[in-house]
């Protein structure tokens, strides 16, 4: 790129912390100063500066203090929004000369003045920031160029203009305020570099994404020092929050990957990778920032990490997401019957009184539609869809939950990372799972030795290593506990008393899932095997073994919504009359415990008296 004209060299200041702590603590913005140097004239501007008045009621008036600043002032400056408009408008007046504009660029003193201060405020509050903040010139970059014996970038950040200037012998007022003092320093610096025996040309500034762009990201890019993992997102939270949140680094293409638990749902987890380490490392000093009203955790992370999560798809993905620009929906729910006809038409079904606001095409038509299938061609359920605008698909969500035949589809903002991790979980998902060896029963601990009777008819006790209840997913919604026990047809009478559980969503909807407590091993193997992939109504179910823990984990919440919330509670916390035999309370010295039996087993009444207490581990 060609050099330009001038340069602007640009100082901030916040209400916290400062140097190179400087937007570490998310404090906002009170001032900006600056100056014009022209390069090609070897002449100055005149030194100026806005204050801004924060949205925060309180401000560190010591902080204030060491830059010359104090409440009043601030209090009575213009907000940011203003600030920015009046910057503009005073630098483009002054470099109009002989009735055009010169070419500028901004030069800062490090990479947290624009990157950690200016671009994440203005997103925070939703102000568009003129074009001249996503390029400037480094200072200490460019300082480094012609002396390269100042080490790289980690420690680089110690060469600020204080050093610069001292290498360089230049003298500055003393008697100036904090933030002129640095303005004149960096003008001095810059005066100096330029003329003999330096002779240096400014080219080739920084740049800063203005948005971030979706796809796949180029996997032999990712390294181990370019990777971070952002802990705490908003379930509802998209590759594009996650680019806002690291807005003024520079994300590489596709670099922002959602993770997902084991039900396929979003885990509150993100992978993200930056075009260099010197943006990582900024990253890392947004630990604790805040997404709306939740901070986020942000920690290092491997570049082995990321792959896991977003490479390695198949041809018919990769081309699915070679396009650029387009949003993803997730579409879920779908009957296994449906064609990419049927999900064009769900998408583009417009009367001819409804506004052409209230449509959606898709992306490609056909071919901006990829159906997720097992590896034996058997279609999940699960579809992406391509929209060509964030306008269209914002329309498309708005028809979430509306029928697709007998169907209700439920529909999600979705990454191309996800893309990838849905269709390689259920291309790798066996067809039926093995079932592990049987493990040993536990041992009764000397809490419960002597108290509960080993008689024979009754069920020993149920340990967590043991595969005796089945799960099924893929239930119709509107499917009931008859429509199970029908389902289950012989295998009816081997289900365990209040042994049928019914899996909520986090909106108190069934989610297509149930758990089942069978008699034994044996009968919830058998079970699972000849009724998996059965048809009921009209959709097959999938039928596997699985453990008490797993069933447990389901329904207090484990897996499946924040805190539990909308899960089928498991028999115990359901009120409901029984006699001894279910429940017992006991109280443990002072402390008055209830224990309460998790697990309803079958008795026989000849063998144990009705005066003969019961006690379950807990």
């Known amino acids: ?36 140097v022209d390069l090609k004239n070897d002449k100055t501007g005149e030194l100026r500066e806005l204050l801004i008045r924060p949205e925060a009621e309180e401000l560190d008036t010591e902080k204030l203090e060491q830059r010359g600043l104090s409440e009043e002032q601030i209090y009575a400056a213009q907000p940011l929004e203003h600030a920015l408009r009046q910057f503009n408008n005073s630098l483009t ?134 990777v971070i993992r952002a802990r705490g997102l908003p379930w509802q939270a998209s590759d594009k929050d996650i680019a806002r949140f690291f807005r003024g680094l520079n994300i590489a293409k596709g670099g922002a990957a959602l993770c997902l638990n084991n039900q396929g749902r979003r885990n509150g987890e993100a992978l993200v990778c930056f075009e260099s380490q010197e943006h990582r490392d ?12 939740r901070y986020i955790e942000v920690y290092k992370a491997t570049g082995e990490d990321f792959l896991k999560i977003a490479g390695g798809c198949s041809s018919e993905v990769a081309h699915f997401l070679s396009g650029e620009g387009h949003v993803i929906v997730r579409m879920r729910g779908l009957p296994y019957s449906a064609t990419p006809q049927q999900v064009l038409q769900f998408f583009s079904d417009c009367s001819p009184t409804d506004d052409s606001k209230d449509c959606c095409p898709v992306a490609g038509g056909g071919a901006g539609i990829l159906l997720v299938r097992y590896p034996d061609g058997r279609p999940t359920g699960d579809a992406f869809v391509l929209f060509s605008s964030e306008d269209f698909a914002q329309v498309a969500l708005k028809k979430h939950k509306q029928r697709l035949g007998k169907r209700y589809i439920e529909l999600f903002k979705s990454t191309a990372a996800e893309v990838t991790q849905v269709c390689n979980r259920f291309s790798s998902t066996p067809l039926l799972p093995v079932p592990p060896p049987p493990l040993i029963s536990m041992m009764p601990s000397p809490l419960t030795t002597g108290l509960l009777p080993l008689a024979t008819g009754a069920f020993p006790l149920v340990t967590a290593g043991l595969c005796d209840c089945v799960r099924l997913r893929g239930l119709p919604y509107d499917a009931t506990v008859q429509n199970i026990l029908e389902f289950l047809g012989e295998f009816t009478g081997d289900i365990a008393p ?121």
């Open 1 to 36: 790129k060609t050099a330009p004209e001038c340069l602007v060299p640009l100082f901030v200041s916040t209400s916290g912390a400062s140097g190179d702590d400087l937007g570490s603590d998310e404090t906002e913005l009170v001032q900006l100063v600056w100056q014009v």
């Open 93 to 226: 007046a002054e470099l109009l000369s002989n009735g055009r504009e010169q070419s500028f660029c901004l030069c800062t003193d490090g990479q947290r003045h624009l990157r950690q201060v200016v671009h994440p405020e203005t997103s925070n509050k939703n102000i568009i920031l003129p074009p001249s903040f996503y390029s400037f010139f480094d200072l200490r970059k460019e300082f480094q160029k012609n002396f390269p014996s100042v080490a790289k970038h980690k420690e680089l950040d110690a060469y600020a203009s204080d050093r610069m200037g001292t290498d360089l012998d230049v003298c500055v007022d003393s008697s100036l305020a904090f933030a002129a003092l640095k303005v004149q320093q960096m003008v001095k610096i810059i005066q100096t570099l330029v003329t003999e025996p330096v002779f240096h040309i400014f080219s080739n500034p920084e740049s800063v994404h203005d948005r971030f762009e979706t796809g796949t990201c180029r996997l032999q890019c990712v390294g181990d020092n370019t």
């Open 282 to 293: 900024l990253g890392l000093q947004r630990h604790k920032h805040h997404m709306a009203n």
């Open 498 to 618: 209040h042994g049928v559980h019914m899996v909520l969503n986090a909106q108190g909807r069934p989610s297509g899932e149930c758990f089942i407590q069978m008699c034994s091993v044996e009968r919830a193997f058998l079970a699972a095997h000849r009724c998996h992939r059965q048809p009921m109504q009209d959709r097959y179910v999938e039928v596997f073994p699985c453990s008490l823990d797993d069933m447990l984990q389901v329904l207090r919440g484990g897996a499946l919504g924040p805190c539990g919330r909308g899960m089928s509670p498991p028999p115990c916390k359901l009120r409901r009359k029984c006699s001894g035999y279910y429940r017992k309370k006991w109280q443990f010295g002072h402390i008055r415990r209830t224990i309460m039996i998790i697990t309803c087993v079958i008795l026989n009444p000849t063998t144990f008296p009705h005066n003969n207490p019961i006690l379950m581990p807990d």
